[in-house]
C-alpha cells in the first residue's frame, strides 16, 4: 500500500493526521484516559476576527495519539440530525485548514474540537475540499482481510507512531455535509480512517449510534 498522510499521521497509506505503513506491529496501545467533551464546538484562538489567519495555531488540529478517548453528550441521533448547519461549516473548514498544514489525508472530529463523531476526507476534486461522513455506523460486510497500519501523530513524526490492524474495506452509513444518508464501501485510507475514528469515541457513544 502506498505511504501517504491522513489527518492523524502517515498510512502503509496515511490517516487523519496520523501516519499509517503497512508492517507487522510493533507496539500495543497505551491506557487511554477518559476525555468528556462538554461542549459541541470548542473555541479556537485562530477564528477570532483579530487574528487574521487562515493557518490553524499550533495545537488546533490536535491530532489523535491513542492516550485519550473522548466522552460525549452528543452521540444521540436525535442531537446530531438536529446540529445547526454553521457548526457543521466551521467543522469542515477547520478540517480542510488541518488537511492544508499538515499534508494529511484525513481528520476526526475529535482533532479539530468536534464532539460530535464525524469524519472529515480529504477530496481535492470538490469544492468544499474535503468529505463529511457524520455519525457513520458500521454495516454487516465482508471484509476484503486485515492489514497493519502505522498510526503517526504529524505533529510527532514517525518516532511518534503505533501500529495497528485495521479492516482493509468497511461498509458504512452515515450522513454527509447535507445531512442525507449515505451507504458506502470504503477501501484503502478511507476504510483505515473510519476505524480510527471509532477508536477515538467511547464504546457507549457508538452503542447509542449503532442502536
Known sequence: MPTGTTGSAILATTLLGTSLLSRPPQSQPPAF????????????????????????????????????????????????????????????????????????????????????????????????GVRTLLAPRMLAHEPSGAEYVRVCNPSGGITDSITVQFN??????????????????????DAFCVQLLRVAFEDACWAELDG
Open 33 to 128: 484516559e477518559p476525555v468528556r467533551a462538554e461542549v459541541v464546538l470548542t473555541e479556537w484562538i485562530s477564528e477570532d476576527f483579530s487574528s487574521n489567519s487562515d493557518t490553524p495555531l499550533d495545537g488546533e488540529c490536535n491530532f489523535f495519539n491513542f492516550t485519550t478517548m473522548v466522552t460525549s453528550a452528543f452521540c444521540a441521533p436525535f442531537t446530531i440530525s438536529r446540529m445547526g448547519s454553521a457548526i457543521l461549516r466551521t467543522a469542515s473548514e477547520r478540517a480542510l485548514r488541518c488537511v492544508a498544514k499538515h499534508d494529511v489525508e484525513c481528520v476526526l472530529s475529535t482533532e479539530i474540537g468536534l464532539a460530535v463523531p464525524a469524519l472529515f476526507l480529504a477530496d481535492h476534486e470538490s469544492a468544499a
Open 168 to 189: 482493509a474495506s468497511v461498509r458504512v452509513e452515515f450522513l454527509d455535509s447535507q445531512k442525507q444518508v449515505k451507504t458506502e464501501i470504503l477501501t484503502g485510507k
